[in-house]
C-alpha cells in the first residue's frame, strides 16, 4: 500500500494499475482511506503540484473502490477531471479483475452522469464490451457519441463521411434513436452544414433508416411529436430536414391532420412553411375538410410572415373556385388578413372577398365582413363601401392633425471665440471630453450637442489667434491641455490614419502642429495619409476629407498668412450664405491670402442655394 501512495503522490500513474491489482480486498479498502485523505489535502496544493498527481490519484481510487456507485462518482469528480491524455485505459487495467456484472453496473451509473465526452463514450463502451452487456443509452452518453463522431471525420488523412462513421459505430442505431428523445440535441448536431454535405447529420441519419438500422416510421412520428412540441429553433430545424427527408406518406400526412394545423398556426417559419405545404397536398386530395381550413386559416393569416398568409390566401382561393358554396364558411377566414400590416395582403385578401361576396347565402357573413372591413384606410375605403354600402359606417370628415414635431427654426452659428481664453477654454474641453491615456480623442471633431458646427467655430478660432496672438495661445493651450498623452509625447502615424480610425481627430492634428509638436517631414508624410483610395470605406473617405481641412488649417497656421476659414458655417444646419462667403473672399482678396483648395472646396458645398439654412 505503500508503495501505491507514493506512486501516486509522485505522480507515476503508469505505474499505478498493477499496484492495485496487487492488493487484496481489505488492503485496498485501507489504501483507499490514505487516498481520500491526499485528495482533501490536494486541493489546498498549488495548480502544478496537483496536476501532477491528479491522474495517477484517478486511476488509484478507481481501482480501490469497492462499489459501482462510488467508483462512478470517484470518476466523475471534478477535481479529477482535469487531464490532457485520458486515463480511462488505465482506469480500465486496474478494473480487470472485476465480475462482469459490477463493470456494467458502474456502466450504467457512470452513463448517467452529467458532462461527458467522447473519452467518456469509449470508456463506457469497453466497460459494457468488457461486461457482455448492452450499452446504456442516456442522454449524456448522446452528447459524447456525438462528439466522437465529429471528432473522427478529421481523423486521418481524408475526411470520411459522417454516414460511413455512423454505420462503422454499433452502437450508432441506439444512440441516433435516442437524438429524437433528447430535450435539447448536442451541439454537433446542431451544427449546420449544406444539405448536400457529406457532413450532414439528418442526411447521415436517414442513411441509416436506409440501411434499416432505424425504424422509418418511428423515426416520422417521433419528428412530428418534436415539431409539434416546439424548441430551439435550431432543433428544429434538424427534425425538420429528417422528416422532409424521410417524407410521409399520404397516409401518415391524413394521419397527422391536427398536427400540421396547429404547426402552420404555431410554429416557426420553417415549420409553419411546412405544414403549409402538407395542407395543400391533404387539400388537393379532399383530405381537408372546410371546417378545418377555415380554422387554421384564421391563424395563419394572423401571423406576420408575409410569405405564409400569401400562401394560405392562395390555398383559399384554391378552395372557393373549387367549391364556391363553401364562401360563407371560408370568406369569414380570408377577413384576418384585412388586419396585416401589408398594404399589398389587405387588396389580396378584399379583391378575394369581392370575388365571392355574391356566393354567400347567410346574412351575417355580410355584416360580418363589412365589420372586419371597416378599419381598413383610406386606400381601400371606396371599394369597401362599393361592396358592403350601408352595412359600412361613413367615414367622419375630420380636419387634418399633424403629428410631426414642427421643424426646428434656423438659428445664426455664433461667432468664434474672439479672446485667447474663451477658445482656449472651449478647445481644451472638446480635446480632454474624450482623451484617454494614450490616444488621441477619436471624437474630438464631434460634439453631441453642437455637432460639426461647434468644431469649425473652435478650427476658426484657432486660426484667427494664432495668427494675432500666437505666443499667448500656444503658452495657454500647454497649460491647459497638460497631461493629455499626445502634447507631452506627440502624434504617432497610426493616431492620423483615417482607415485606422472611426471619426476625425481634426481639433488634435491642429493643436499638436501650433505647439511644435509636429515636424515638417512628418506634417508632409502624415497629411499625405489623408488622400484615401477609391477601394476604401465611406468612412475613411469621410474621415479623411477632415484630416485634410485639418493639416491644410495647420498649414495656414504656420504661414499667418490666412485671417481666417472659409468654409465656417453661418448656421447652426451647417449652411453658409453666398454673400457672407463673398464678403470672406473679398477680404481674402484685398489681404492676398489664397485660399486653401480643401476649405474653399468645403465653403463651396455649404452654399445654400434654396434660399434656406
Not at 155 to 161: D, L, M, N, V, Y
Not at 481 to 506: I, K
Request: charged share 25%.
Amino acid at each position: 500500500m505503500n508503495e501505491l501512495l507514493t506512486a501516486v503522490r509522485d505522480g507515476r500513474h503508469h505505474e499505478v494499475p498493477p499496484l492495485v491489482l496487487a492488493l487484496d480486498r481489505p488492503g485496498r479498502r485501507a489504501a483507499l482511506a490514505e487516498l481520500k485523505e491526499l485528495r482533501k489535502e490536494a486541493r489546498g496544493w498549488d495548480w502544478r503540484r496537483r496536476d501532477r498527481v491528479r491522474k495517477a490519484l484517478l486511476v488509484a481510487g478507481a481501482g480501490c473502490q469497492t462499489g459501482a456507485a462510488a467508483c462512478a462518482a470517484w470518476i466523475g469528480g471534478r477535481d479529477l477531471r482535469d487531464w490532457t491524455r485520458s486515463p480511462y485505459p488505465l482506469i480500465l487495467a486496474t478494473l480487470k479483475d472485476r465480475d462482469p456484472a459490477w463493470l456494467g453496473d458502474l456502466a450504467r451509473r457512470f452513463a448517467g452522469r452529467a458532462a461527458l465526452s467522447d473519452a467518456e463514450y469509449v470508456f463506457v463502451g469497453e466497460l459494457t464490451r468488457t461486461a457482455g452487456v448492452p450499452l446504456p443509452v442516456t442522454d449524456h452518453l448522446v452528447v459524447g457519441w456525438t462528439e466522437l463522431v465529429s471528432a473522427a471525420r478529421w481523423r486521418g488523412r481524408t475526411h470520411r463521411p459522417l454516414a460511413e462513421i455512423l454505420r462503422a459505430d454499433p452502437h450508432s442505431a441506439a444512440l441516433a434513436a435516442r437524438l429524437f428523445e433528447m430535450p435539447e440535441l448536442p451541439p454537433q448536431v446542431d451544427f449546420s452544414d449544406a444539405p448536400d454535405s457529406r457532413d450532414h447529420w439528418p442526411a447521415a441519419v436517414c442513411a441509416l433508416v436506409d440501411d434499416g438500422a432505424l425504424d422509418r416510421a418511428r423515426l416520422v412520428e417521433r419528428c412530428v411529436t418534436r415539431l409539434l412540441r416546439g424548441g430551439r429553433s435550431v432543433d428544429l430545424r434538424f427534425f425538420l430536414a429528417v422528416l422532409v427527408r424521410l417524407g410521409a406518406t399520404d397516409e401518415e400526412e391524413e394521419r397527422h391532420l391536427r398536427d400540421w394545423t396547429a404547426m402552420a398556426a404555431d410554429g416557426i417559419a420553417p415549420v409553419a412553411s411546412h405544414a403549409q405545404q402538407v395542407l395543400v397536398r391533404l387539400d388537393e386530395r379532399g383530405a381537408l375538410p372546410t371546417g378545418v381550413l377555415a380554422e387554421v386559416s384564421g391563424a395563419v393569416l394572423f401571423r406576420q410572415e408575409k410569405k405564409l398568409v400569401r400562401a394560405q390566401l392562395t390555398l383559399l382561393g384554391k378552395a372557393l373556385r373549387r367549391d364556391p358554396a363553401t364562401a360563407d364558411e371560408l370568406l369569414v377566414a380570408v377577413a384576418e388578413a384585412f388586419g396585416h400590416e401589408a398594404v399589398d395582403v389587405q387588396e389580396r385578401a378584399l379583391k378575394l372577398v369581392a370575388r365571392y361576396l355574391p356566393r354567400t347565402t347567410v346574412p351575417e357573413t355580410r355584416e360580418r365582413l363589412a365589420s372586419a372591413a371597416e378599419p381598413l384606410g383610406p386606400l381601400h375605403r371606396e371599394t369597401v363601401t362599393a361592396l358592403f354600402g350601408d352595412l359600412v359606417e361613413p367615414e367622419p370628415a375630420e380636419a387634418y392633425e399633424e403629428f410631426l414635431p414642427p421643424a426646428a427654426e434656423p438659428r445664426p452659428l455664433e461667432p468664434a471665440p474672439g479672446t485667447v481664453a474663451e477658445l482656449v477654454e472651449e478647445v481644451a474641453a472638446r480635446v480632454k471630453a474624450h482623451a484617454s491615456e494614450r490616444w488621441i480623442p477619436s471624437s474630438a471633431v464631434l460634439d453631441t450637442a453642437a455637432g460639426i458646427t461647434g468644431f469649425e467655430r473652435s478650427l476658426d478660432g484657432l486660426v484667427r489667434l494664432a495668427r494675432t496672438d500666437r505666443e499667448e495661445l500656444t503658452g495657454a493651450l500647454r497649460e491647459a491641455l497638460a497631461g493629455v498623452h499626445f502634447v507631452e509625447h506627440g502624434l504617432s502615424p497610426y493616431m492620423v490614419d483615417p482607415r485606422g480610425v472611426s471619426t476625425s481627430h481634426g481639433l488634435s492634428v491642429v493643436v499638436a502642429s501650433l505647439l511644435g509638436l509636429v515636424s515638417e517631414r512628418d506634417r508632409s508624410a502624415w497629411w499625405a495619409m489623408a488622400a484615401v483610395p477609391g477601394g476604401a470605406c465611406a468612412h475613411s473617405a469621410l474621415n479623411g476629407v477632415l484630416l485634410d481641412r485639418a493639416w491644410e488649417a495647420a498649414e495656414a497656421m504656420e504661414s499667418g498668412r490666412v485671417p481666417f476659414l472659409l468654409a465656417t458655417p453661418t448656421w447652426h444646419t451647417g449652411a453658409l450664405d453666398a454673400a457672407e462667403l463673398v464678403e470672406r473672399l473679398r477680404v481674402y482678396r484685398e489681404s492676398g491670402a489664397v485660399p486653401g483648395p480643401a476649405d474653399f472646396a468645403q465653403a463651396l458645398l455649404r452654399v445654400r442655394r434654396c434660399g434656406g439654412p
